[in-house]
Every structure is written in structure tokens, then in C-alpha cells.
């Protein structure tokens, strides 16, 4: 299986005769999938600010303080931009005011970019029947445990 990957590139970028700091990301992802995902899928969401109205708590990530606090902000803020499955398939670019802005959208690509090898593992499972049998359980152990009562019940009725 290939490795899925972000490329993310900073650099400063001359906009309208003005020093920006500006952001471009990048997934990199078998053909296969990016295709049936940009085909498909292209406009669902990986990272939408909506979604974290009350902070990225639950994110999984331990973020640090400084920027949890630009967090705050940024996603508060209209041009907190949001992360499609085509915008980060094809590349997406953020010119930013502050070098803070900066480090806050690539966090939210980051989070996207999770959510994007997630959906990457579902389109993998299509057309694929998927035996679920429940929180904890190991198939081995269930398998294992109605061998057993099988050949109990087997030694009870001889």
C-alpha cells in the first residue's frame, strides 16, 4: 500500500508590493484513490471552522498553548479558509497576514489531512462486506468461543 503524505511549504511571498507569509499544502495519495475521491467525493469537507466552535478539544492533538490561543481566533475569523477533498488533493495555497495565520492553517490541514487518510480507508472498503461485531471484540475470541460451546454441546448430548 503507498504511503499517504502532506507536503507543506512556507515561505514569504511578494502580494501587491507587500511581504505575506504564505502556506501551501499538498496530499499525496495513490492515484487510484485520489481519483474516485476528487471524482466523487471533491467537495466534502476535511476541515470546516463550523466544526470547532468551541475549540479543538477533541481533536486528538495536544496543542500547544501560544497557538491554541491564535486557535481561538482564527477560526473565529471569515477568512479561516475551509479543506476540501479537491483542494488538498490538488494543492491549496493560504496567504496569510501574520506568520501566526500561518501556523494556524496548518494545523487545520493537518486535521483535514486526517480526516482525508480517513476517507481514504473507506473508498478502500467499497464494494467490501464488513463484518462488525461490536466495541472490544476480536473475531479470533468469538470464533474461538463458539468452537468451544460447539464441542461442549457436542460432549453433552454423547
Known amino acids: ?4 503524505e ?6 514569504i511571498v511578494q502580494v501587491q508590493g507587500r511581504s505575506k507569509p504564505m502556506c501551501e499544502v499538498k496530499a499525496i495519495i495513490p492515484a487510484t484513490e485520489a481519483k474516485l475521491l476528487v471524482e466523487n467525493f471533491g467537495n466534502e469537507p476535511l476541515f470546516r471552522r463550523t466544526a470547532y466552535p468551541n475549540g479543538f478539544g477533541d481533536c486528538g492533538y495536544d496543542i500547544h498553548p501560544s497557538l491554541a490561543r491564535m486557535l481561538a481566533n482564527f477560526v473565529r475569523n471569515d477568512a479561516c479558509p475551509e479543506v476540501l477533498v479537491k483542494t488538498l488533493v490538488n494543492g491549496q ?4 497576514n501574520t506568520i501566526w495565520d500561518v ?3 496548518e494545523f487545520c490541514v493537518k486535521l483535514g489531512f486526517d480526516a482525508l487518510v480517513e476517507l481514504c480507508q473507506g473508498i478502500r ?3 467490501e462486506t464488513i463484518i462488525y461485531r461490536g466495541k472490544g471484540t476480536e473475531a479470533a ?3 474461538t468461543f463458539a468452537a468451544d460451546a460447539a464441542r461442549e454441546r457436542l460432549a453433552l448430548a454423547s
Open 93 to 96: 495555497r493560504f496567504e496569510a
Open 6 to 11: 502532506l507536503r507543506i511549504i512556507k515561505r
Open 125 to 127: 472498503e467499497l464494494d
Open 141 to 143: 475470541n468469538l470464533d
Open 103 to 105: 501556523l494556524c492553517f
Open 1 to 4: 500500500m503507498a504511503t499517504h
